[in-house]
């Protein structure tokens, strides 16, 4: 019984001394937000200024991708505040930032025909430079 009392009063002790580390473990800032349509991970990463990188590919066009992210995205609470497009001799690209409270959210898409790799990052605030490419 002494082994269990010990485990609780330290478990209670680490809780009370680092609360940030507890929060940050179920604070996942790319929740809400989906993989694009046919979408397959490639993979995710933290990066700058807090912030959390999902990257896509997907058989999806650039201006598909854009449009489902607008409309997803619009439905969970963000707001677009941004976006664009080009094309070049690699292909076409396009994104779109948005907010949501402070948190700050860039999708950049872009590849060649038949290939759309789709990076989106979200940020606790937007960040300096908020680019996800």
């Known amino acids: 019984m002494a082994r269990s009392v010990a485990v609780v009063v330290?478990?209670?002790?680490?809780?009370?001394?680092?609360?940030?580390l507890a929060m940050a473990?179920?604070?996942?800032l790319l929740a809400d937000i989906p993989a694009p349509p046919n979408g397959e991970t490639l993979g995710t990463e933290s990066i700058s200024?807090?912030?959390?990188?999902?990257?896509?590919?997907?058989?999806?066009?650039v201006s598909a991708v854009?449009?489902?992210?607008?409309?997803?995205?619009?439905?969970?609470?963000?707001?677009?505040?941004?976006?664009?497009?080009g094309g070049g001799s690699y292909g076409g690209g396009g994104g779109l930032s948005a907010t949501n409270g402070p948190k700050h959210l860039s999708v950049e898409a872009g590849g060649p025909a038949g290939?759309?790799?789709?990076?989106?990052?979200?940020?606790?605030?937007?960040?300096?430079?908020?680019?996800?490419g």
Do not use: M
Not at 25 to 28: G, H, I, P, T
Not at 66 to 85: M, S
């Open 66 to 85: 854009i449009d489902v992210y607008r409309q997803a995205l619009a439905k969970v609470g963000w707001r677009v505040v941004g976006g664009g497009g």
């Open 25 to 28: 473990a179920s604070d996942d």
């Open 10 to 20: 330290f478990g209670l002790l680490s809780a009370a001394v680092v609360p940030s």
């Open 49 to 61: 200024s807090g912030g959390q990188k999902a990257n896509y590919s997907t058989s999806a066009s």
């Open 115 to 132: 290939t759309t790799f789709v990076h989106v990052c979200v940020w606790p605030e937007r960040p300096a430079d908020d680019n996800c």
